[in-house]
C-alpha cells in the first residue's frame, strides 16, 4: 500500500508540480525523496524532494500550497516571497513559506555554478504542493 501511495503522490507531483517550477527552456529537475504520511497530524503528509537549478535559472511566481522549509545543499539561489525582500542563501542557510506566501522569486543566484536545495513540504493528504499564481 505504501508503495501506491508513493506512486500517486509522485505522479501527482510530476503532474501539478513540475510545469509549474519549470520554466520554458529551463533545465532545472526535481527529485521526489520521499512522501509520507504524519502520524500524530490527521490528515496532514510530508514531502521532501531536492530542486537543481542550472546557472542564472529560475522558476515563475507560484505558491506552495503547504508549509515550506528549504535547505540549501550546495551554490547560492535568491528567494523572495510577495511584500518581503530578496534574500540571497547561500550552502547551508535556511528559509521557510507559509502556505499563504506567494513565492516571488526563487532563482539561482548565480550565472556560473548549479544550485540545489532540499525542500520539506507539510501538506494536506494529497493536495498539491505547488500552485499557480495568476
Known amino acids: 500500500m ?4 508513493l506512486a500517486l503522490c509522485t505522479f501527482i507531483f510530476v503532474s501539478f508540480a513540475l ?6 527552456g529551463a533545465a532545472h529537475s526535481v527529485t521526489l ?7 500524530g497530524l490527521k490528515g ?3 514531502v521532501l524532494v531536492t530542486v537543481s537549478y542550472a546557472p542564472g535559472e ?3 511566481m507560484h505558491r506552495h500550497n503547504a508549509h515550506t522549509f528549504v ?11 510577495k511584500g518581503g525582500k ?7 542557510d535556511t528559509f521557510y513559506e507559509s502556505p499563504e ?9 548565480s550565472d556560473s555554478h548549479n544550485a540545489r536545495f532540499l525542500v520539506f513540504f507539510v501538506k494536506a493528504k494529497g493536495a498539491p504542493s505547488v500552485l499557480p499564481v495568476k
Open 2 to 5: 505504501t508503495n501506491i501511495r
Open 19 to 24: 510545469p509549474i517550477l519549470s520554466s520554458a
Open 33 to 39: 525523496l520521499k512522501s509520507q504520511d504524519l502520524s
Open 44 to 46: 496532514k503528509e510530508g
Open 58 to 60: 529560475s522558476s515563475p
Open 71 to 81: 535547505y540549501v545543499l550546495e551554490g547560492s539561489i535568491v528567494m523572495q516571497v
Open 86 to 92: 530578496p534574500v540571497t542563501l547561500n550552502r547551508g
Open 101 to 109: 506566501d506567494i513565492h516571488s522569486v526563487s532563482k539561482n543566484a
